[in-house]
């Protein structure tokens, strides 16, 4: 749910999952649920069993962390990313170029316990996030908003605007997927090629 602060100014609400803002720039925001419960229950496996040594407490993520680039050819990631953006191009990309696509350029799961926090960063390309269970709010403080998430919540944002969490306060972990992406000719080939090659490397029975 986004939640507004004191002072905040509206220029337009577009649809029911966009909106955008000035302050002084316009930025447009996108999110909405994504209600496939199985690929949320596999992604949220897949971060718990995979939290890496290397990544963990060592970037703007105090908690746990994956490998930055775990998720880029995992299955269930790339169902989720390719529907959302099928249906919010024209949103995201109203002047994309036709043939062109959106290429993942990295994506990674953090896992957040009580006193953990993401510390205020910004990203240099879109990015997203795929909320697997409830959590702190994620802060907009140029915007001065906060989107508190429910399990299949996603937002995705432009490059360049400051965002982070406080503390986590609650017992329960906050999970979730974080992917950064740019516009790529190749994105789907990509994707489907991986896909038959991860597809014909399970074991039949």
């Known amino acids: 749910m986004i939640e507004l602060t004191q002072n905040s100014k509206f220029i337009s609400e577009k649809t029911i999952s966009s909106f955008s803002i000035t302050y002084p720039r316009t930025v447009t925001l996108l999110y909405g649920n994504y209600s496939k419960q199985h690929i949320l229950h596999n992604l949220k496996l897949k971060i718990k069993n995979n939290l890496s040594k290397k990544t963990s407490n060592f970037t703007y993520v105090r908690g746990g962390m994956t490998e930055w680039e775990f998720f880029i050819h995992d299955i269930d990631f790339s169902k989720f990313f390719t529907e959302i953006i099928d249906k919010h191009r024209h949103i995201l990309a109203p002047d994309l170029l036709l043939g062109k696509e959106l290429k993942v350029i ?74 950064n992406f740019d516009f790529h000719d190749g994105f789907r080939r990509i994707n489907e090629l991986e896909s038959d090659k991860l597809s014909n490397s399970i074991p039949t029975t």
């Not at 907009?140 to 969490?165: M, Y």
């Open 106 to 179: 990295d994506a990674w799961g953090n896992c957040l316990n009580k006193g953990d926090q993401v510390a205020l960063h910004t990203h240099s390309s879109h990015h997203g996030i795929l909320y697997l269970t409830e959590g702190t709010p994620l802060i907009f403080p140029e915007l001065e908003i906060k989107f508190t998430p429910k399990p299949g919540d996603w937002i995705i944002a432009p490059p360049s605007l400051f965002h982070g969490t406080d503390p986590v306060e609650s017992e329960k972990e906050r999970i979730n997927v974080v992917f």
